[in-house]
């Protein structure tokens, strides 16, 4: 489970007592390299892999249109590194 809090995305595990997020990524220079459909063995038929600089999500199409509209969204400025 996921969500959007501010300029990050809070991936919560699913199974768990916790309800803290375990990972969090940033939309601050998160670009979308790849997506492709799940194919197989993969995963359940209407489910997608999003690569993103070294993290890959598996998401339902459902998801992913909202994932990419939160990274889409961000402002200009969001894009650059903080270098």
């Known amino acids: 489970m ?3 809090a501010g ?10 007592l916790r309800l803290r997020p375990r990972h969090a990524i940033a939309r601050r220079g998160l670009t979308v390299s790849t997506r492709r459909p799940l194919v197989g063995e993969e ?15 598996a998401m339902s199409e459902d998801a992913l249109t909202g994932f990419l509209a939160w990274v889409e969204s961000a402002p200009p400025s969001a894009h650059l590194d903080a270098a």
């Open 2 to 4: 996921a969500r959007y």
């Open 7 to 16: 300029g990050e995305l809070h991936w919560i595990p699913f199974l768990g």
């Open 43 to 57: 995963g359940p038929a209407g489910y997608w892999t999003v690569d993103c600089g070294g993290v890959s999500l």
